[in-house]
């Protein structure tokens, strides 16, 4: 059965550390990328504005329950070349005082016209389910040798056969590295959510997937 966890895809651009309501409200910068056109400026834009808004949403909720939330965004650029600009999205979030969350996924924007580029036609290691990824079943063994490394100093997550389960039924998202592999981005649980860092998909795994002719045409390892 596929698992759909409820993680805010969302973060902060061009905005300092700031004290908002009631908690503290921590944001990255931008990574300088060039050939910034009008379009693409206004995605960026759009996409801050969305992120502000989940970040008031957590801390006015804390506020609510009269403690203290947190809000922390970060963003980290994967490709940066005349055609494409992707970036790797991650924060972390407390809005309740107690418990705390972490997101991270991959997003890609055309430089030309600010579009965002599925990656899924051009890196085909995923099935799309409704608006969700889920990796294919020929990648979930070689994944799970990379999750037992990650994660070889965790028993809890090795004990657990439903988190390697979750392999397949968490929805995932990825973005590519300079050396060919993916980096895999899976939206699990809060509560198992630690078992689940960055996996790398070597490029030996990702070649047989990766279609040539669009991946050249944004220019994409």
């Given at each position: ?106 997003v890609a924007f055309e430089k030309a016209s600010g579009k965002p580029v599925d990656l899924a036609p051009v890196y085909q290691i995923a099935i799309r389910e409704d608006k969700y990824l889920f990796l294919r079943p020929e990648l979930v063994d070689s994944t799970a040798e990379v999750y ?74």
């Open positions: 059965m596929k698992r759909f966890a409820g993680l805010t895809v969302a973060t902060l651009f061009f905005l300092p550390p700031a004290w908002a309501l009631n908690g503290l409200m921590s944001v990255g910068f931008t990574p300088a990328f060039g050939n910034a056109s009008p379009g693409l400026k206004k995605a960026l834009r759009s996409l801050t504005s969305r992120t502000q808004s989940d970040g008031r949403d957590c801390l006015e909720n804390a506020r609510g329950m009269e403690t203290k939330g947190n809000y922390n965004a970060s963003l980290t650029k994967m490709v940066d070349n005349e055609k494409i600009l992707v970036l790797q999205v991650s924060g972390s979030k407390m809005c309740d005082g107690v418990h705390s969350s972490t997101y991270r996924y991959g037992r490394q990650v994660n070889a100093g965790n028993p809890s997550c090795l004990d657990n056969p439903d988190l390697l389960e979750g392999l397949a039924n968490f929805p995932l998202t990825f973005a590519p590295e300079s050396d060919g592999s993916l980096a895999l981005y899976y939206s699990a649980p809060d509560v198992s959510a630690q078992c689940f860092p960055i996996l790398h998909l070597q490029k030996a795994e990702v070649k047989r997937f990766r279609d040539a002719v669009t991946a050249a045409r944004y220019g994409l390892p």
